[in-house]
């Protein structure tokens, strides 16, 4: 071996040790066990501008609630892990992240729950979120989202229909026109639009949902004079190439 190989070797292990020490450094920061006691809790919320679903009150009250309230007490690993496994099962909550500051103070850095669309029935209601999770319904959740009504199950609000709702938010034209979502079964599901006097569009499955609107926007744009002087009460898209008004 050359003496430019093996000086090289040897940088490249100094670098790697080094590397190995300063990952063992940051993780033993994050979540050092430590002697001494907690003199304060901070919660980060990073999505706060966009959202806020609960209060800090809240998450203060279950800590409490679970005895893992960490100001006042001698910190350690194991009160730091159930304190971010608490915060992150709260319903509203996505992520969580439990670590200490060279004060010892406890900081939770938080992110919350996204809704996707709102599956409304007589006697229950709940979102289903970003991750295709459902997630309570709360008067602290004001998004606007599609709202679901009828024969929904939350395997088809998790699929079929949140695919349908990610893709709205992508569809300006779309997302101002379609008031809500009606599933009277799986092979009969009806859009409801904005304004008085629309009529309910038809679109039988979920499936090619995509090409059934391009057409009926193109039959928007290409009739819209048309469509004012009659008094359909619906129109049907479940024909390829056709929009189908009924009175």
């Not at 050092?32 to 009150?57: G, H, K, N, V, W």
């Amino acid at each position: 071996m050359s003496n430019t190989a093996r000086i090289m070797g040897q940088i490249i292990g100094v670098t790697l040790v080094a590397a190995v020490v300063i990952a063992a450094v940051l993780y033993g920061y994050r979540m050092r066990p430590t002697s001494a006691t907690c003199p304060a809790l901070e919660y980060i919320i990073e999505d706060q501008d966009e959202r806020m679903y609960f209060t800090t009150a809240e998450l203060d009250a279950m800590l409490r609630a679970e005895k893992i309230y960490p100001v006042g007490r001698t910190l350690d690993i194991g009160l730091l892990h159930r304190i971010e496994k608490a915060v992150a099962h709260h319903p509203m909550i996505r992520t969580a992240e439990c670590y200490t500051t060279p004060r010892n103070e406890v900081r939770i850095r938080i992110t919350q729950r996204v809704p996707l669309l709102m599956v409304a029935m007589p006697g229950d209601a709940y979102f289903i979120d970003t991750d295709r999770k459902t997630m309570p319904v709360r008067a602290s959740v004001k998004d606007q989202v599609l709202v679901v009504t009828g024969a929904v199950g939350v395997q088809m609000a998790a699929r079929q229909l949140a695919d349908f709702a990610l893709w709205l938010q992508d569809e300006p034209y779309w997302k101002a026109r379609i008031h809500h979502l009606h599933v009277r079964n799986p092979q009969m599901i009806y859009l409801h639009l904005r304004g008085d006097c629309q009529p309910h569009v038809l679109l039988g499955t979920m499936n090619r949902y995509e090409q059934k609107l391009t057409k009926l926007r193109t039959f928007f744009e290409n009739a819209g004079e048309a469509l004012k002087g009659k008094n359909y009460i619906e129109l049907d898209l479940r024909f390829k190439g056709q929009v189908i008004g009924r009175y």
